[in-house]
């Protein structure tokens, strides 16, 4: 199966990359991250690669690695399209003090618009 990982700089990448990579290995699964800078993320999109290549080096675990540029949330559903993706997994998901779900507008925006399986960490 062919996954899409779309990390930003507000999310848990780290959780998110341990999660994915453990499926990845149990199911021989092809493994693309994507990553952006996120929601009025201070960090630039660098820093967030630089991140998540590390922690892949930590799991020892091969996996591409793309920067996505613009909107996140319609270049994530557009590169899942173009890409040919089984799935496109996102981080995301707190919840609020009356215990709804608050998501990323990024999350948001693969959640009603990708026409692949989403699965959503939470």
């Not at 996954?3 to 999660?19: R, S, T």
């Not at 453990?22 to 991250?33: F, G, H, P």
Request: no cysteine.
């Amino acid at each position: 199966m062919k996954l899409l990982l779309g990390v930003g700089a507000g999310d848990d990448a780290g959780a998110a990359l341990e999660a994915v990579v453990s499926r990845a290995r149990e199911a021989d699964d092809d493994l693309t991250v994507a990553v952006y800078a996120g929601d009025g993320a201070d960090r630039d999109v660098e820093t967030v690669e630089r991140r998540v290549r590390d922690h892949l080096d930590d799991l020892r675990f091969g996996a591409r690695v793309e920067q996505v540029d613009g909107d996140p949330g319609s270049q994530l559903v557009e590169l899942a399209e173009t890409g040919d993706y089984d799935r496109l997994v996102i981080p995301g998901g707190t919840r609020s003090p009356m215990g709804k779900i608050r998501l990323s507008d990024a999350a948001e925006f693969v959640l009603l618009n990708a026409r692949s399986s989403v699965t959503l960490l939470r």
